[in-house]
């Protein structure tokens, strides 16, 4: 049964657009939700991140939103860039310190097109 | 400063041969954990070290599946008879212990394919 799901395996948007990524969770011990971006050959990158005292997180052209009563948070880039282009994974933790296995959903691929 | 590195980046192996692949943390990290990554998937939870200590090891498959981490630092997942189901990415993480740091920086990941 998966913890961590993004229903959307790809994601296509024309550059300089927003693009939003959606995630879905189902263990209600989660407090720390973290995006990690992977290009080809290459380990995830971390994104960014929220927990749960917050419903909003924003860095530069990223925001995370958490709605914590619906179990569902979601990514915005605005503006998209070729370079976004790459997949996502949302990931999850009952723990804020790094001792804690993050659990991650199948990833979302976007592609930023020109 | 230097990330995580893995190697062998690739390995073939025929089925049945035991595999070995090396983790090296970000110099200081304490946690390091060991992640499993199949086609089409995120990457699943192996194993995780604090220091040289293995207080999870949940995530292994099977007993085929060995880790250690005899100083603390480098890391090293050991397949013994290899299966084709083992075909995976394998990706190494490490962070910094402490209270809200829950970032895990990630290696390469090492491709393992079994024939």
């Known amino acids: 049964d998966q913890q961590v799901k993004q229903n959307s395996p790809s994601l296509s948007v024309q550059e300089g657009r927003i693009s939003i990524l959606n995630c879905d969770y189902t263990n209600s011990m989660f407090d720390y939700f973290l995006w990690y971006k992977k290009y080809p050959a290459e380990g995830p990158t971390f994104l960014i991140s929220?927990?749960?005292?917050?419903d909003k997180n924003e860095d530069g052209r990223f925001t995370v939103f958490l709605n914590k009563s619906a179990k569902h948070l979601s990514l915005h880039i605005v503006p998209s860039q070729p370079g976004d282009s790459a997949v996502y994974f949302c990931a999850a933790s009952a723990q804020p310190s790094g001792n804690t296995p993050l659990v991650f959903g199948k990833g979302t691929r976007l592609s930023v097109i020109a | 400063g230097a990330g995580v590195s893995q190697s062998p980046r690739y390995k073939v192996a025929k089925r049945g041969q035991d595999v070995a692949l090396r983790c090296d943390p970000i110099?200081?990290?304490?946690?390091l954990f060991w992640y499993q990554q199949a086609l089409g998937q995120g990457p699943e939870f192996l194993t995780y070290f604090q220091n040289e200590a293995q207080l999870d090891k949940s995530g292994l498959p099977s007993d085929r599946f060995f880790a250690e981490r005899p100083e603390g630092s480098v890391s090293t997942l050991k397949i013994q008879r290899t299966q084709q189901e083992d075909s995976a990415v394998y990706l190494c993480?490490?962070?910094?212990?402490?209270?809200?740091?829950?970032?895990?920086?990630f290696g390469p990941g090492t491709r393992l394919t079994v024939t």
């Open positions: 929220i927990s749960s005292i917050k």
């Open positions: 110099s200081g990290h304490v946690s």
């Open positions: 993480a490490s962070s910094p212990y402490g209270q809200g740091s829950y970032e895990q920086y």
